[in-house]
């Protein structure tokens, strides 16, 4: 320890424009004990000097961040990865006009005793949500691929699962079970992309852009959907199978090309960590982030990730039964991430979604086509602006408004849908004023959706877990939102018939419920790595003051870290605060 002192001393201009400049390589000095001078001699010698002070902000190099332009390549690769929800918003653009195509009619649906078709609530309900079943399958039983196989070659294995029941269902001819068990195969897949692109996204993209990059999950799931709905419109003329085998393939196509950008895309330098492919890792940060591969801040950033994996490895494998354990507030982060999850689905998008071609004949439009347009080009526009909006707000402040916004919308649309759609009963015409009015505010409600909880859902989960229980975590709560999904798909055809426009009143409820869910438990990851979001769960944070919270290895001798972990105020005051 006495040399390592006297070692010091002699390079001490060395030392304070290591301090001083954090970006500064600084070239070893041996000593007759071989000691070397290196980050952790600086760390000694700051405590000297600071008699105490906490200068763990010293001997960390940041990645620098570079001007926008820097991180075309990685955004692209993101876009890349993302185009896994390209698959999921095109089964949901196409699945509402199949069910108006009259050869799908024809094939799949129920005969009436005059000879015409039609599908049945029931029927209706098992199509197009059963897709959801096979997500909830995929969520809980493809979930640990990700740490058999790696990320990459997880999201390739998935998406060929979809493709084998795309071909079950192309292949159908007269037999709805036979398309009702394609549906599943699909969903199966699409529920594992589900969990493995945003999760890829999490740990590829740069800690201040994950916001932003992690929404090209949702970004591509509209793009998906708006795509999904201009092609139902293209195909509704013809008179055969084409209407709705030429959609089914061009989702074959999608896959293709998803499993052929895999082998361009970094893979996730958390598993190369976990599989003890340094180099690589390095490599994968690197290119991330528009840095040598030599730059001290990859190796310290490699640093923080193995000392991390290694205490994980010491506290053990992780079992389905470790997720409903308190240590590391783990069960806290199920519930939330599960919560968070659910509610997305609960904002009643999907109503809109999966039967606004049917749902809008309703308002008294001619081509009810034309509106699930309108309605795809407000969701992907929208959604351009969820990309400026997460990082710059923040995850709390974006769920917390966006639930305001949805509950103002659902005000709206629900009492004019009930009070002045109709004025003379239901069996005559419908008010084509009132029409608009609701055909408005679903734009409304859909740009609040896409802006705020769509993407930021997703980004929340794919943050939140640390890496040993990453994977079941993301399947638990994934699984929620496909059951939810599910859930809704399927009762919407009964609650619609027995409730019609009340229906929305339940939606705008359970966001007044979500309004004060994200206040209380949903805490503020902006700006923070994956590893200092895990630090920031452990220390016991209360949500609402999460925003103000630093890391311990940021901190300045006058941060106090119990400020953040009571609150004595009052329940309003705390929730009209900054802090």
């Not at 005059?114 to 079943?133: C, K, P």
Request: net charge neutral; with cysteine.
């Amino acid at each position: 320890y006495y040399k390592l002192i006297t070692n010091m001393s002699a390079t001490d201009a060395q030392v304070d424009s290591q301090v001083e400049h954090p970006d500064t390589n600084i070239m070893p000095s041996a000593s007759d004990s071989n000691s070397v001078l290196t980050a952790d001699s600086n760390k000694v010698d700051d405590e000297m000097k600071l008699d105490g002070e906490n200068s763990a902000d010293r001997d960390i190099v940041e990645i620098p961040i570079k001007p926008a332009s820097a991180y075309i390549t990685i955004s692209i690769f993101c876009v890349m990865i993302g185009f896994g929800g390209f698959i999921a918003g095109w089964d949901t653009g196409t699945i509402g006009g199949f069910l108006a195509h009259p050869d799908f009619l024809q094939r799949f649906g129920s005969k009436h005793h005059d000879g015409s078709y039609y599908f049945s609530n029931a029927r209706t309900g098992l199509v197009v949500s059963i897709f959801n079943i096979g997500g909830l399958l995929g969520c809980l039983v493809l979930g640990n691929l990700a740490n058999r196989v790696g990320r990459k070659m997880a999201l390739v294995t998935v998406t060929a699962i979809f493709m084998v029941g795309i071909i079950i269902q192309i292949a159908s001819i007269n037999k709805w079970y036979q398309y009702f068990i394609g549906r599943i195969i699909s969903g199966m897949g699409v529920g594992a992309i589900s969990m493995f692109s945003p999760m890829l996204l999490s740990e590829v993209a740069p800690k201040h852009l994950r916001g932003t990059l992690g929404s090209m999950y949702q970004l591509m799931c509209t793009f998906g959907i708006f795509l999904g709905d201009c092609t139902n419109y293209g195909t509704k003329s013809y008179d055969n199978s084409v209407q709705w085998r030429v959609p089914l393939g061009l989702s074959f196509a999608w896959a293709i090309l998803m499993i052929g950008a895999m082998f361009f895309v970094p893979e996730s330098p958390r598993y190369l960590m976990e599989v003890g492919k340094a180099e690589e890792a390095k490599r994968s940060i690197a290119t991330s982030n528009k840095v040598s591969i030599d730059d001290p801040s990859v190796t310290g950033e490699v640093d923080l990730i193995a000392s991390n994996i290694e205490a994980e490895r010491a506290a053990g494998n992780a079992s389905w039964a470790d997720m409903f354990s308190s240590n590391g507030k783990v069960v806290q982060r199920l519930l939330m991430c599960c919560m968070v999850q659910s509610l997305q689905q609960l904002t009643g998008c999907n109503y809109f979604f999966y039967y606004g071609t049917i749902v809008f004949k309703a308002v008294g439009l001619t081509d009810s086509y034309q509106t699930a347009i309108v309605f795809g080009i407000v969701n992907f526009a929208s959604s351009f602006v969820s990309l400026y909006v997460v990082d710059k707000f923040g995850r709390r402040a974006c769920l917390i408004w966006g639930a305001v916004a949805m509950v103002c919308c659902y005000v709206v649309y629900a009492s004019v849908g009930v009070t002045r759609l109709y004025p003379n009963g239901k069996d005559e015409t419908s008010s084509k004023g009132a029409g608009n009015c609701m055909i408005v505010f679903s734009c409304f409600f859909i740009f609040s959706f896409a802006c705020t909880w769509a993407p930021i859902c997703w980004i929340v989960v794919s943050e939140t877990f640390p890496l040993k229980i990453k994977p079941k975590g993301m399947a638990l709560a994934n699984g929620c939102n496909w059951l939810w999904n599910f859930l809704i798909s399927f009762f919407t055809p009964f609650i619609t018939g027995a409730i019609n426009f009340y229906y929305g009143y339940v939606f705008m409820g359970c966001m007044v419920f979500a309004y004060f869910y994200v206040f209380f438990c949903v805490p503020e990851t902006k700006g923070l790595t994956l590893e200092e979001v895990n630090e920031m769960w452990e220390e016991g944070i209360l949500p609402w003051k999460s925003g103000s919270w630093i890391p311990a290895s940021k901190r300045g001798a006058d941060y106090d870290a119990e400020a953040t972990k009571v609150d004595d105020k009052p329940m309003y005051k705390r929730m009209f605060s900054k802090n």
